[in-house]
């Protein structure tokens, strides 16, 4: 039986549908529907191929943070930033597990080698958050450890914002009830039951814990220089649409994408190759 959790742990959001909308881009459930989701993330998604040409050309250095609870879309999100940009401007940072050395280091090392160089703009599919949230919700590090990071990351995040990294963070809000249906969702698709971990499932169980992890870590990191953006993300078409409209009004970005090349004619070398039955193919199945 499903518990709701206490008033006040839950992330869920009121569905308010924008004023200057048309509501036949809506479900009469309030989703988004398909049609307007992708005709707008074609547009964004053009918007993002000139953002990168900008950040190319300014070498701007960009690190995107995305947090969150499990299944609350953080993944879908990067996939779509990333889906038409370059791999050398635009890369994704997910890390594994620590090994036992990267334990024994300064806690924000390991995360400061994949920070930008000019020209680059990195998203954290997870960050150093993890010790303020799913270290501390699962036990996996000490109050002393956790305190310590409250402490220290707001003065880590100016030092990098100092040095000429923009740092912008999002976190995905998801309900209860929603995490709850998509986890099912994969639970009941064998191809998908992957997606769900052990970790997801103690996560879940633990909704609540997760909530005083996410107000803890606001209170102490939700700074000027680099705030918290939230994300509701039950809806997950118009989360993925609102964070990239919103990441994309942050810069002041012009359209300076290169012009269109002429292509060269081959250059005529005298050369004879092999016979081409000596070649290996793949079985022509389609």
């Given at each position: 039986?499903?518990?709701?959790?206490?008033?006040?742990?839950?992330?869920?959001?009121?569905?308010?549908?924008?004023?200057?909308?048309?509501?036949?881009?809506?479900?009469?459930?309030?989703?988004?529907?398909?049609?307007?989701?992708?005709?707008?993330?074609?547009?964004?998604?053009?918007?993002?191929?000139?953002?990168?040409?900008?950040?190319?050309?300014?070498?701007?250095?960009?690190?995107?943070?995305?947090?969150g609870r499990g299944s609350a879309g953080k993944g879908g999100v990067i996939k779509r930033i990333t889906e038409r940009t370059s791999p050398r401007t635009v890369r994704v940072v997910a890390l594994p597990k620590p090994t036992e050395?990267?334990?024994?280091?300064?806690?924000?090392?390991?995360?400061?080698?994949?920070?930008?160089?000019?020209?680059?703009?990195v998203l954290f599919d997870r960050s150093w958050y993890n010790r303020s949230n799913v270290e501390w919700v699962m036990g996996y590090c000490s109050q002393e450890e956790h305190q310590e990071f409250l402490r220290s990351c707001p003065e880590f995040e100016r030092m990098l914002v100092r040095s000429g990294i923009t740092v912008l963070?999002?976190?995905?809000?998801?309900?209860?009830?929603?995490?709850r249906r998509r986890?099912?969702?994969?639970?009941?698709?064998?191809?998908?039951?992957?997606?769900?971990?052990?970790?997801?499932?103690a996560e879940h169980e633990l909704y609540v814990r997760y909530s005083m992890a996410k107000d803890t870590t606001f209170q102490y990191t939700?700074?000027?220089?680099?705030?918290?953006?939230?994300?509701?993300?039950?809806?997950?078409?118009?989360a993925r649409l609102n964070c990239i409209s919103h990441l994309l009004s942050l810069f002041d970005f012009q359209d300076?994408?290169?012009?269109?090349?002429?292509?060269?004619?081959?250059?005529?070398?005298a050369y004879v190759r092999p016979p081409i039955h000596e070649q290996t193919f793949v079985p022509q199945l389609f």
């Open positions: 039986m499903t518990t709701t959790p206490p008033e006040g742990a839950d992330d869920a959001v009121g569905a308010q549908l924008p004023s200057d909308r048309d509501l036949s881009d809506y479900t009469r459930h309030g989703r988004l529907r398909s049609r307007t989701y992708d005709a707008e993330m074609e547009r964004i998604q053009e918007q993002l191929v000139l953002l990168q040409y900008w950040i190319a050309s300014q070498r701007l250095k960009v690190a995107v943070i995305f947090e050395r990267e334990r024994t280091q300064w806690y924000f090392q390991r995360y400061v080698e994949h920070l930008p160089a000019a020209g680059e703009m963070k999002y976190w995905f809000s998801v309900s209860f009830e929603e995490q986890f099912e969702a994969r639970n009941a698709e064998p191809l998908k039951r992957w997606k769900l971990s052990e970790m997801d499932l939700d700074i000027k220089q680099a705030p918290w953006y939230v994300v509701p993300s039950d809806d997950k078409r118009a300076v994408a290169p012009e269109r090349v002429e292509l060269p004619e081959m250059r005529h070398i």
